[in-house]
């Protein structure tokens, strides 16, 4: 990667991207600052508060900030999204983008914790993407798989492939990685080497 990408691929992450409006002990919804810059799916991102809390993003949804006005076409007439955004500057403050991470960690004792956290983050805590060194630190110790793998989030297993595709692509090895830790995800999964099989692939796309 070249010095200006990874400069600018840093800064963003450093960036706080919204906050949270939701939180319980498995899980908490930030609201983005911006309209459609929530993370990749994947993605690890921390609250930022005295007792930061550490979510892998399962679900980003964009809609209308008022539920009883859904958004209606604005075409014809228009030759892209893009037009349709430049015509109707008040899409802008009329639609929201939200995100739903699965907590996986917390911060204890400057140390990261891999298990769930004693109280969820605090409303309006800051939300922001870990940097790199983080998302090293975090997906070296294995133990976050099984708390992906037993959620109920709908399409975890995708969740759990996303976020191995960000975090081999950070290792001077990638595949002696998911081989790693795709041995891990097999001592979990007994008998269900096709869904192990499924994760591996999808992480390596």
């Known amino acids: ?18 906050e949270v409006i939701r939180a319980s002990s498995t899980d908490f919804e930030t609201q983005c600052y911006e309209l459609y810059q929530f993370p990749p799916l994947g993605s690890l991102v ?13 679900h980003s949804v964009t809609e209308s900030l008022d539920p009883s006005r859904t958004p209606r076409p604005r075409g014809p007439g228009l ?4 037009s349709i955004y430049e015509e109707s500057p008040q899409l802008n403050n009329l639609l929201t983008s939200r995100f739903t ?16 956290s004693p109280v969820p983050p605090r409303i309006l805590s800051l939300t922001r993407i870990c940097t790199d060194l983080e998302l090293n630190e975090f997906s070296s110790n294995f133990d976050f798989i099984s708390r992906l793998l037993n959620s109920n989030f709908p399409s975890s297993d ?6 191995l ?3 081999s692509g950070l290792r001077h090895d990638p595949d002696q990685y998911l081989i790693e830790i795709g041995k891990e995800i097999a001592s979990l999964l007994p008998g ?11 992480a390596s796309i």
């Open 158 to 163: 995708d969740v759990l492939a996303a976020f």
């Open 165 to 167: 595709n960000i975090a």
């Open 79 to 82: 030759k892209n999204v893009k």
């Open 46 to 58: 921390t609250s930022d508060d005295e007792n930061p809390v550490f979510g892998i993003v399962s």
């Open 192 to 202: 269900q080497m096709r869904r192990v099989n499924l994760i591996l692939r999808n």
């Open 1 to 18: 990667m070249s010095s200006s990408k990874q400069t600018k691929k840093d800064n963003f992450s450093e960036e706080i991207i919204g």
């Open 101 to 116: 991470a699965i907590t996986v960690g917390y911060s204890k004792d400057e140390s990261v914790v891999l298990r769930l």
